[in-house]
Every structure is written in C-alpha cells, then in structure tokens.
C-alpha cells in the first residue's frame, strides 16, 4: 500500500513537471523566455512550446492592435497660436524583446512613452504651419509627415505606429476671433468684388441699352421719313391727276380744305379783305 502511494506521488510529481515545462502561445500573443531574468528567446510561433522549470520563465504579450485616447492637448502654429486637438494612435508590438527592455512590459509605459513621441511629433509639424494650413487641405500632408516620424522614434521602443488619426481641432477664444474677423474679412471682400462686378456689368448693359435706342429710333426716323416721302409723291401725283381732270373742281376742293383748316377751331380770328382771292367760293355762293 505504501509503495502504491509511492508511485502515485512520484507519478504526480512527475506530471506537474512536465506541465510546468510547457507552455502554449496563441495567435493573438508574444511571448518571451527567460533564463534567470536574461531574455534567451522571444520569436515564437503560435503553439505549445517548452521551458525549464525555474531555470525558465515566459510572459506573455498582446499581439494585436491597441489604441491611446488622448484627451485635448494643447500644439502652437507658426503664428504662435493655440490650438485644442483630440487624436488618438493606433499601436501594435512589433518587437517584443525591444519592447520588454524599454519598458519593462508595461503597457501603461509604453502607452506614456509613445504619447510623448507622437505629441513631439505634431508639436513640430503645427509649429511649421499656419492655423488655415492645419485646419485644411494640408492636414492630411502634416498628418502623413508626422505618423512617418513617429514610426521612426517608436522603433525604439519595439512599437509599429500603425496610425495616427486627429478627431477634433478646435481654437482657443484668441484663435476662434482672429479666424472669424478673418473670414469676416474674406466676406467682406467678396461681397465687395461681387457688387463691383454688379455695377460693371449694369453699366454695360444700360450702355447697350442707350446704343440700340438710339440705332431704333434712327431706323424707325429713317423708315418714317422714308414711307412720308412716298406718301408725299403719291399725294402730289394725285394732286397733279386730279388738277389735270377738272382743274375749277380741284381748286374749289383745295379751298374748302383751306376753309376748314382755318375756321375749325371754333375761337381763331382771321382778319382779311372781303375782296381777298381766299374768300373768292364764299363770294361766288353770296351772288348766286
């Protein structure tokens, strides 16, 4: 019974050694041997693996994408004005004995050290640009600038930068007037612009008016005294053919025509000689 009890110990025994000499790394993990503290190995594939136990220890790290929210951070611009950003970077372990000697496997470190490398590098980009430069088309371009650098500094410390993103930029009370009394001005000039090409452009148009006007009326003038002369020839010709018909009815008729001319007003004085050739029908009606 006691040698039973033996053999079940030392099997036991046995067992948890050669557990403790195991140890497994999944695909979302690196992992680092240790021998008394020295690291020996760290390029592991996913699997089972072995150690020695107490000669050997292994830690264990995530292999996947992490993120560091930054909360708003104050950069200058080239005009020496504040600007409010929130961004955020995304991170991985691309070194993992790198990684463990710069800081000692602690995501916490490693997330403060990163941080620094990447607000050094927008520090130095914003204080290259203007506030329109960073707030527009070029933040992409300084963006791209920055995340190259940063990727260079982070190499140090085993990290791969896969991206920096800015979510918000926002000014401070000094930028947020200087940039409206500057789009202010941009309005104003445009508006300016705008009205001055306005009243060009009136004035062209009230010229052109005033051109065909006067081409109309001259045309109309033309056009008028042209069908007037034909009526006058065509008056005079019937004139002519009418006196050359019967000469006593056609100045009978021009007289009535007189007659009525000068007495159809009703308040006009006319002062002549009864014996006057102009009265010669009305003397010829009196006799009769």
């Not at 607000?119 to 203007?130: H, N, Q, S, V």
Request: glycine letters at 4%.
């Amino acid at each position: 019974m006691n040698n039973f009890r033996i053999v079940v110990f030392g099997g036991l025994i046995v067992l948890a050694i050669f557990l403790m000499s195991l140890f497994y790394v999944d695909e979302r993990e690196l992992a680092i041997k240790f021998r008394f503290g020295e690291i020996i190995e760290s390029d592991y594939a996913p699997g089972l693996h072995v150690k020695i136990p107490v000669v050997n220890n292994v830690l264990l790290f995530p292999k996947q994408i992490l993120t560091i929210n930054n909360p708003q951070e104050l950069f200058l611009t080239k005009e020496k004005k504040n600007l409010f950003v929130d961004f955020f970077i995304k991170w991985k372990i691309d070194d993992v004995a790198d990684y463990y000697r710069a800081t000692r496997g602690e995501q916490v470190l490693a997330a403060q050290r990163l941080l620094e490398i990447v607000k050094d590098g927008i520090r130095a980009e914003f204080a290259k640009r203007t506030v329109p430069e960073v707030v527009t088309a070029e933040r992409r371009e300084l963006m791209d600038e920055m995340l190259a650098k940063s990727r260079v500094d982070a190499k140090q410390l085993g990290i791969n930068v896969v991206d920096v993103r800015v979510k918000r930029i926002e000014f401070s009370d000094e930028v947020s007037e200087s940039v409206f009394n500057r789009m202010r001005q941009e309005r104003v000039r445009v508006a300016a612009e705008l009205r001055a090409e306005g009243a060009e452009n009136a004035e062209q148009i009230r010229a052109d008016a005033d051109r065909q006007r006067t081409v109309i009326l001259a045309e109309a003038y033309r056009d008028a005294e042209k069908v007037r002369g034909q009526g006058d020839a065509i008056s005079a010709d019937t004139y002519a053919q009418a006196y050359q018909k019967d000469e006593e009815f056609y100045r009978f008729y021009r007289s009535i025509r007189a007659y009525k001319g000068a007495f159809g007003q009703g308040n006009d004085i006319l002062v002549l000689d009864a014996d006057n050739d102009f009265f010669q029908y009305l003397n010829k009606s009196k006799s009769n």
